[in-house]
T-cell receptor, first 113, second 107 residues
Framework: KAGVTQTPRYLIKTRGQQVTLSCSPI?????VSWYQQTPGQGLQFLFE???????NKGNFPGRFSGRQFSNSRSEMNVSTLELGDSALYLC????????????FGPGTRLTVL | GQQVMQIPQYQHVQEGEDFTTYCNSS?????IQWYKQRPGGHPVFLIQ?????EVKKQKRLTFQFGEAKKNSSLHITATQTTDVGTYFC???????FGTGTSLTVIP
């Protein structure tokens, strides 16, 4: 079974720009979660989508948004980029049931200059 | 809000020494999961604990869930260089990850 894939793997943007990241979950998984990982803050939960609906949301500003398509693929968008948005963005897929394990993708490394 | 803290933040050990990381939650957990992230990699699921006082073993790794279901520990016996990485605990239901413990094993 193919794992979780994320594109692009690396991205360099400048302040004020916007960016869209993509995540393809494991076949059959209906839940996709997004996390921001930085050295200082660890793994911070952004949001979770299940069957095209945002089901859970972390504590991030509205500049961070996402969506999920009918094939469970998900995109995350960050508008008006700030230097502090530089991070590894990880998506994870799961069956979406409480307590089920998450399978992480390799991440997208975003650098904001 | 809920906080999941881990100690220590960093640990350096000589190969062959034991290692333990502790996870503490400010709230009672329904279940707890442990993940390992190798340098440059992504988190990989290790195990899930559900019952109060539960102990599970995976070869040299021993996982415990506290009686009050607010803390957990991961113990590695006789570390090897392949154990290098950051170990995270996570609330299995709420997407909260612990702060992580970065393990360095000195050959």
């Amino acid at each position: 079974k193919a794992g979780v894939t994320q594109t692009p793997r690396y991205l360099i943007k400048t302040r004020g720009q916007q960016v869209t990241l993509s995540c393809s979950p494991i076949s059959g998984h209906r839940s996709v979660s997004w996390y921001q990982q930085t050295p200082g803050q660890g793994l911070q939960f952004l949001f979770e989508y299940f069957s095209e609906t945002q089901r859970n949301k972390g504590n991030f500003p509205g500049r961070f948004s996402g969506r999920q398509f009918s094939n469970s693929r998900s995109e995350m968008n960050v508008s008006t980029l700030e230097l502090g948005d530089s991070a590894l963005y990880l998506c994870a897929s799961s069956l979406g049931l409480a307590g089920t394990q998450e399978y992480f993708g390799p991440g997208t490394r975003l650098t904001v200059l | 809000g809920q906080q999941v803290m881990q100690i220590p933040q960093y640990q350096h050990v000589q190969e062959g020494e034991d290692f333990t990381t502790y996870c503490n939650s400010s709230t009672t957990l329904s279940n707890i999961q442990w993940y390992k992230q190798r340098p440059g990699g992504h988190p990989v699921f290790l195990i899930q604990l559900v019952k109060s006082g539960e102990v599970k073993k995976q070869k040299r790794l021993t996982f415990q869930f506290g009686e009050a279901k607010k803390n957990s520990s991961l113990h590695i016996t006789a570390t090897q260089t392949t154990d290098v990485g950051t170990y995270f605990c996570a609330d299995g239901n709420q997407f909260y990850f612990g702060t992580g413990t970065s393990l360095t094993v000195i050959p």
